[in-house]
C-alpha cells in the first residue's frame, strides 16, 4: 500500500482518505475483517494514536463498524459507499474543471479532449 503521507496537512485525515479509497475500490470487502490500528499503524509507520484517530473518523462516517469482541469490519450499507464514491468523485471533476478553465479550456474542448485521449 502507498502511503503517500506529505507535511500539506495533519497525518490523520490523509490515511483517512487513504483507507476511504482503498474500501471504495475493494481492497477491503463490504463485511470484511479489517486490519488493526496496529497493523495499519506499523504498515503506514505512523504513531498507533493517529491511526485510531483515522479509524475513528472512518467509524463516525460509518464505512467501518467496531466490535468489540471481533474487531473493525467494512459496513455493508451500499448506498452508503455509493454516495461517498460520488462525493469524492464529483469533487475531484469540480477540481479538473477548475483547473482547465485557469487554462482557457471551455467544457466541450475539455470533453473533446478527453474522446480523443480515450481513443489513445
Avoid at 498507533?48 to 479509524?55: D, P, V
Avoid at 468489540?68 to 460520488?86: M, N, P
Wanted: proline share 2%; hydrophobic share 35%; aromatic share 4%.
Amino acid at each position: 500500500m502507498a502511503w503517500n503521507l506529505d507535511d500539506s496537512r495533519p497525518i490523520w485525515p490523509q490515511i483517512k482518505d487513504i483507507l476511504t479509497r482503498d474500501i471504495l475500490s475493494g481492497k477491503y470487502e463490504m463485511g470484511g475483517h479489517f486490519p488493526t490500528v496496529r497493523d495499519l499503524a506499523e504498515t503506514a509507520q505512523v504513531n498507533r494514536n493517529t491511526m485510531q484517530r483515522a479509524l475513528s473518523e472512518l467509524e463516525n462516517d460509518g464505512i467501518i463498524i467496531s466490535n468489540r469482541t471481533a474487531g473493525r469490519t467494512v459496513t455493508t450499507d451500499e448506498k452508503l459507499l455509493s454516495d461517498i464514491r460520488k462525493s469524492i468523485a464529483g469533487q475531484s471533476i469540480e477540481t479538473f474543471k477548475s483547473e482547465m478553465a485557469q487554462l482557457g479550456f471551455t467544457l466541450d474542448e475539455v470533453i473533446a479532449m478527453m474522446k480523443e485521449n480515450n481513443k489513445e
